[in-house]
T-cell receptor, first 112, second 122 residues
Framework: QKEVEQNSGPLSVPEGAIASLNCTYS??????FFWYRQYSGKSPELIMSIYSNGDKEDGRFTAQLNKASQYVSLLIRDSQPSDSATYLCAVKPYSSASKIIFGSGTRLSIRP | GAVVSQHPSWVICKSGTSVKIECRSL??????MFWYRQFPKQSLMLMATSNEGSKATYEQGVEKDKFLINHASLTLSTLTVTSAHPEDSSFYIC??????????????????FGSGTQLSVL
């Protein structure tokens, strides 16, 4: 079982709709969770971090964490073509002092 | 936000040569930096953790003699790909984490990435 799993996609969403990206993780006691956006040929850019169960909103982005079910999700409201990218879920395992494990990423395509 | 600079952004080299990639934290001191490799349409794979003033910690399967890491100062880590071969062609990305606030907590653990280096070995 991979430590961090994501559906590779591509996920196609019409412009203006809500895009929902999901991620599951295997280390039950992980404490820190991140969503990164990566455009083709570029390095990842941090979008959201979440540490507690529940929702965390930042502009059009909402991160949701459910530790009991070991999943974290990212919602993008009012999707724009510029949101088209690969979204990487990242988790810091409790056992790790510093390193962060990335999922394989979900390719999101926003169609006009 | 914190700025991490990586150089060069791309390099083309002949098989058998060595390539050095630099990663600098511009506005903070980083005792720890990370080196990732990413093949096309795949995720970031952690290669090693670079520790200032000590030896790097390599992930399983990563050859430490091939991927030399030096972290001689609090703002600079280098990755040298020695005797590069075509299979080493990849996107190499460094990252660093600003110092934790409030001691060893679980907050402020955000990674900031360099712009990446696309290595092509002919």
């Amino acid at each position: 079982q991979k430590e961090v799993e994501q559906n590779s996609g591509p996920l196609s969403v019409p412009e203006g709709a809500i895009a929902s990206l999901n991620c599951t993780y295997s280390d039950r006691v992980s404490q820190s969770f991140f969503w990164y956006r990566q455009y083709s040929g570029k390095s990842p850019e941090l979008i959201m971090s979440i540490y507690s169960n529940g929702d965390k909103e930042d502009g059009r982005f909402t991160a949701q964490l459910n530790k009991a079910s070991q999943y974290v999700s990212l919602l993008i409201r009012d999707s724009q073509p510029s949101d088209s990218a690969t979204y990487l879920c990242a988790v810091k395992p409790y056992s790790s002092a510093s390193k962060i494990i990335f999922g394989s990423g979900t390719r999101l395509s926003i169609r006009p | 936000g914190a700025v991490v600079s990586q150089h060069p952004s791309w390099v083309i080299c002949k098989s058998g040569t060595s390539v050095k990639i630099e990663c600098r934290s511009l506005d903070f001191q980083a005792t720890t930096m990370f080196w990732y490799r990413q093949f096309p349409k795949q995720s970031l794979m952690l290669m090693a953790t670079s520790n200032e003033g000590s030896k790097a910690t390599y992930e399983q399967g990563v050859e430490k003699d091939k991927f030399l890491i030096n972290h001689a100062s609090l703002t600079l880590s280098t990755l040298t790909v020695t005797s590069a071969h075509p299979e080493d062609s990849s996107f190499y990305i460094c990252s660093a984490r600003p110092p934790l606030i409030g001691g060893r907590g679980f907050t402020n653990e955000k990674l900031f990435f360099g712009s990446g280096t696309q290595l092509s070995v002919l």
